[in-house]
C-alpha cells in the first residue's frame, strides 16, 4: 500500500543518502544490542547465534554507512531533514528494550518480529532502487541475512518456550504497534501544540497587549502623592 511513498522518498538523491546512512545508524545500534544480549544470555547455542546476529548487524551497518557516503561523494548533499528519522520504527525492536534485563523468550519474540518487519521493507526497497545496481546489490545481501535472522529467532524461540511462544510473538507484536502509535501520536501532539500555541501568540496576545497599553496611559508617570491624613509611618513596602 505504502510502495508509492517508498518510491517517492527513494527517488530523490539527498533522501536515498539519508535513508542509508540512517540505516547504517539503526543496524549498527541493533548490533551492539544483540551482542550485549549475547554477553548476558546462559543459552550456549542462543550466544552463538546471537554472535552470529550481531556480527551481521554491524556489517549491514557497515554497508549502508560505505553505500551512502559513497553517493555523498558522488555529489555533494545539501541542508533539509525532510525524511531523516528512523527509517525502521523500533529499529530491531530493542529500542524501548532493557536487553540485559530481559529473559531469552522475550527477546527472541521481539527480534523476530522486528527482522520479519525489515525483511518485508527491504523486499521493497531493493525493487525500488532498480536504477542504482550497487544499492540494490546491499538490499539483496541484506535481505538474505534478515531472512535467516527471522527463521532462526522463531525456531529458537519454540525450542525454548514451546508452550507460550505464541504468546510471546502477538505480545511483541503488540509492543511494536502501541510504540508506532506512540511515535505517531507524539509527532500529531507536536504539530497541533505548535499550531495552538502560534494562534494563541497572534489572537490571544494582542487585545492583552493593547489593553495594558491603554491602561498605561490613564496611570499618572512620576511620583503618586498621598493623603495628607495618613499618620502612621508604613509598615510595609506596600
Ligand atoms: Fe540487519
Ligand atoms: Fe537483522
Redesign the pocket.
Known sequence: MLRPIHRWIWSDHERRVRKLLAFGEVETD?GRDILRAAEVTPDPLLRRLYLE?AI??LH?GVLFRERGAALLRARALQGGTLFNSTPLPGG?GLDDLCVANEPDDRLLAFLHVA?KA?AGRFAIYKEIVDDDPSTRAIFEEVLR??VF?MNYTYTQLTRIAPTHYRRRVWWARASRLWKRYLRVAAGIAAVFGATVLTAMYFVLLPPFAWLAKRSELREPSGWAPISGDRRHSPSSQY
Open positions: 541493533g546476529h551481521d548487524e549491514h530491531h527482522e525489515a541475512d534478515e535472522h
